[in-house]
Nanobody, 115 residues
Framework: QVQLVESGGGLVQPGGSLKLSCAASGFMFSFHAMSWYRQAPGKERELVAG????????NYADSVKGRFTISRDNAKYTVYLQMNSLKPEDTAVYCCNRGGQNGYWGQGTQVTVSS
């Protein structure tokens, strides 16, 4: 069965960096586009970044452009989210996704940006 397992979240000061990982299994990873979403308390879930199956095409929410980078290693069945220049408003649970809103989700990893 499809499994997505995120890791790498934590507490970081404003201006700091974190790198999230999402380990995938149960499907042909290289065939599928992948995405990262986030949901902050009291807010709607939002798409943060997406990457095509081969990694040649990426897209980002305006709020993270220039600060976050999505990448993938198809040999390792893993998608990453490098987050730099973090802000308190980036605080959220970050989830890995395959297939959009009606697709498959990981359990999420908490990112807290606070001094």
């Amino acid at each position: 069965q499809v499994q997505l397992v995120e890791s790498g979240g934590g507490l970081v000061q404003p201006g700091g960096s974190l790198k999230l990982s999402c380990a995938a299994s149960g499907f042909m990873f290289s065939f599928h586009a992948m995405s990262w979403y986030r949901q902050a308390p009291g807010k709607e879930r939002e798409l943060v970044a997406g990457i095509s199956s081969a990694g040649g095409s990426t897209n980002y929410a305006d709020s993270v452009k220039g600060r976050f980078t999505i990448s993938r290693d198809n040999a390792k069945y893993t998608v990453y989210l490098q987050m730099n220049s973090l802000k308190p408003e980036d605080t959220a649970v970050y989830c890995c996704n395959r297939g959009g809103q009606n697709g498959y989700w990981g359990q999420g990893t908490q990112v807290t940006v606070s001094s």
